[in-house]
Structure formats: structure tokens, C-alpha cells
T-cell receptor, first 113, second 111 residues
Framework: ETGVTQTPRHLVMGMTNKKSLKCEQH?????MYWYKQSAKKPLELMFV???????ENNSVPSRFSPECPNSSHLFLHLHTLQPEDSALYLC????????????FGSGTRLTVV | KNEVEQSPQNLTAQEGEFITINCSYS?????LHWLQQHPGGGIVSLFM???GKKKHGRLIATINIQEKHSSLHITASHPRDSAVYIC?????????????FGKGTHLIIQP
């Protein structure tokens, strides 16, 4: 347990489904991130929230919609995904202004069928 | 955007060997991260360093800010060190802008 908890660990969804990924941290960090790791590709930054405001949206398609209701929780809402969106989605948190050290969650393995 | 090059991509070695993984980046940074990813996907932060050298057990990380280069060394390697090692730097150099990652080095240590 790293202090960053992601649920669910595995998710299979159809292309017409709507689902949400959840990330929770109780480390007192003030920044949270979504990353995507596709097969055979490096990790890619998707979204950054700092002090609950989105500060980075790395050209992610609108079928991915992030939400950060408070500094401890981060969601990724999924809608009408494509099979190529199948990947490992990782959440991370950090404390901006304090060494920028990162803590990662264990990830959600998403399969779109 | 910072660009990260990591080498080698794959490395197989015998138990006990000294391991070196290299990382170079394109934009000046506040700190560089070395991460470890095991099968199943979970990522553990090994080091965050902005200058010089850090050591934790059998792992040593060094960074040369002027040359924009870092190395991760493993001494007396063991099969449990088998994992993917990833170098990461701030997306645009610093601040809360997330990380950009190297492709990773898939390390296998054979008994």
C-alpha cells in the first residue's frame, strides 16, 4: 500500500459504457495526476490537478473527463471509449513546493471491448 | 516538452553483476526521478535527485546537471531486482506539471 489507492484494479467495459476510475490519497499532497501506460509505450501524462485546479490537459480526447472534487480525491470519467484506449491508468500525487516527490497508485487495468 | 532517452531498453545479467542504466533529457530540470515498475504495473519511486549522488542499499543514482544525464547503478544484483526501471523528469522542466518518462529498461537478473 503506497498511500495512493486506485479502484477498481481491473475494468472491462464496452464501447458504449460509462464508467469512472477513482483515486484517493491520504498523504496530504496538494497535486494529483493521471497517467496512461499503453502496451509497448512509455507512460504518458494525461491530466494534472494542483490545489484542485486543472493545470495540464495533455491533448487528451474528450471521452476522458477528469474530476477533482477535493485534494484527496481524483476521478477519471470514461465515456464511449475505443479499443485502443485499453491500457494501465495510473494515478499519482505529490506535494508541490516540497521536493516534488511522487507517490503512485497500483493502477487500473482497463480493457475496452 | 522535455524529451527523455533511456538505455539500454533490455538488459539481462547474471546474479552479482554490477548494473548501469543511463538516462538523458533535453530541458533543464528541478529534479529527476528513478522509478521501478514490477509486473502487475505498480510503480515505486526509488530516487528523486537534483544534483550529485544518492544511495539506498544496493542502488546508487547519480546526476550531471550540466550534461543533462543521470545513471542508476545496482551493485551485487539479485533476481529480485528484475523489473522495469524508468527515468522521469518534469514535463516542462519544473513545477507541478507532471512527469515525462523514458521508455524504461527491462532488467532481468538470472540466478
Amino acid at each position: 500500500e503506497t498511500g495512493v489507492t486506485q479502484t477498481p484494479r481491473h475494468l472491462v467495459m464496452g464501447m458504449t459504457n460509462k464508467k469512472s476510475l477513482k483515486c484517493e490519497q491520504h498523504l496530504g499532497h496538494n497535486a494529483m495526476y493521471w497517467y496512461k501506460q499503453s502496451a509497448k509505450k512509455p507512460l504518458e501524462l494525461m491530466f494534472v490537478y494542483s490545489l484542485e485546479e486543472r493545470v495540464e490537459n495533455n491533448s487528451v480526447p474528450s471521452r476522458f473527463s477528469p474530476e477533482c472534487p477535493n485534494s484527496s480525491h481524483l476521478f477519471l470519467h470514461l465515456h464511449t471509449l475505443q479499443p485502443e484506449d485499453s491500457a494501465l491508468y495510473l494515478c499519482a500525487s505529490s506535494q508541490v513546493g516540497h521536493n516534488y516527490g511522487y507517490t503512485f497508485g497500483s493502477g487500473t487495468r482497463l480493457t475496452v471491448v | 516538452k522535455n524529451e527523455v532517452e533511456q538505455s539500454p531498453q533490455n538488459l539481462t545479467a547474471q546474479e552479482g553483476e554490477f548494473i548501469t542504466i543511463n538516462c538523458s533529457y533535453s530541458v533543464g530540470i528541478s529534479a529527476l526521478h528513478w522509478l521501478q515498475q514490477h509486473p502487475g504495473g505498480g510503480i515505486v519511486s526509488l530516487f528523486m535527485l537534483s544534483s550529485g549522488k544518492k544511495k539506498h542499499g544496493r542502488l546508487i543514482a547519480t546526476i550531471n546537471i550540466q550534461e543533462k544525464h543521470s545513471s542508476l547503478h545496482i551493485t551485487a544484483s539479485h533476481p529480485r531486482d528484475s523489473a522495469v526501471y524508468i527515468c522521469a523528469v518534469p514535463y516542462s522542466g519544473g513545477g507541478a506539471d507532471g512527469l515525462t518518462f523514458g521508455k524504461g529498461t527491462h532488467l532481468i537478473i538470472q540466478p
